[in-house]
């Protein structure tokens, strides 16, 4: 038994890996295509760790593995203040955790083929650190675009009386209540996440409490790439009524399209769930229609 259990699902189709980057161990988990189509980099959300997208004990929910049969090379970060990398979590300011995730990325695809280019694909708290790289004025210009879920700009009500001013208030059993229900989404081993738990760095608390009124309004007019925002039909934290959607897709002001799709059949976890690779397939739908863009500049926007 590893330390880590959910390493122990682990084969040949998809493997650990510690690189360093700039003096900090960056850990996580890689499935390469031989010949990529591109590079999706999946960032995870709070209190979990890179095996959230290759669900322990169900490879059919993985993204992981979903992407490489579709031709792409796919990286699991643990983000900069998890995994092997947490002991230096006191030295992450905002700026050199954006540096550590493509420092992770360059690394784990280093002497490797990217394809067409790196597009990143984060779930909840996790879209924070993902919105902050495609804000990058050079580096995130050059991804070919931008996946969010399980995020937003407002609390539904019933998350607001859970969690109070923040998550760490809340009692466990109102936090499973807004990520975990309803239970017939999931199969009862994954219920939890105890296999891919982790303690959140120091820094989330406060990074978590200013996401929505003030970080993510800020940098959202920066992305300059596609960006497609998944909505799951059972999210119960963030509101997903026409009008809350409506107001995340204005934030994009400056990228080319922005996509905001109800997913059926879906909770907060979107990637652990029963339905996770038919919500892991639409997304890459939308991951083609961004390599295509890439290969011919021409395409007409819509």
């Known amino acids: 038994m590893t330390a880590e259990p959910w390493l122990d699902d682990l084969d040949g189709t998809v493997s650990a890996h510690v690189v360093e980057v700039d003096g900090v161990p960056m850990s996580g988990i890689v499935a390469h295509a031989a010949d990529p189509r591109g590079v999706i980099v999946a960032v995870h959300g709070g209190a979990t760790r890179a095996g959230y997208f290759d669900c322990p004990g169900h490879p059919a929910n993985s993204l992981l593995r979903v992407a490489q049969s579709a031709g792409y090379t796919a990286i699991a970060l643990d983000r900069p203040g998890y995994g092997t990398s947490r002991p230096f979590a006191d030295q992450m300011d905002t700026s050199r955790r954006v540096d550590l995730a493509y420092g992770a990325v360059a690394e784990f695809t280093a002497g490797r083929s990217t394809g067409e280019g790196v597009f990143v694909w984060a779930h909840s708290a996790g879209s924070e650190l993902a ?19 399980g995020t937003g700009l407002e609390h539904q009500a019933v998350a607001r009386e859970i969690l109070g001013g923040h998550e760490r208030n809340a009692a466990p059993a109102g936090v499973r ?20 738990a982790s303690r ?12 929505a009124r003030v970080t ?15 909505a799951a ?8 009524d026409p009008e809350a959607l409506a107001e995340i897709t204005a934030l994009f002001s400056a990228s080319p399209r922005v996509v905001a799709d109800e997913f059926v059949g879906g909770g907060h976890n979107l990637s652990l769930g029963h339905t996770a690779r038919a919500y892991h397939l639409s997304v890459l739908s939308f991951i083609e229609y961004c390599v295509a863009r890439h290969t011919h500049p021409d395409l007409p926007t819509p």
Request: proline share 9%.
């Open 131 to 149: 919105v902050r790289m495609a804000a990058d004025a050079e580096r995130g210009a050059a991804l070919l675009g931008l996946e969010l879920a």
């Open 177 to 196: 209540k807004l990520l975990w229900e309803p239970a017939s989404l999931y199969s009862p081993d994954v219920i939890g996440g105890a296999m891919i």
């Open 200 to 211: 959140t760095p120091p820094f989330e608390g406060a990074e978590l409490r200013s996401w």
């Open 216 to 230: 993510f309004p800020a940098l959202a007019p920066a992305v300059r790439v596609p960006v497609h925002f998944t």
């Open 233 to 240: 039909e059972f999210e119960r934290v963030w509101r997903r």
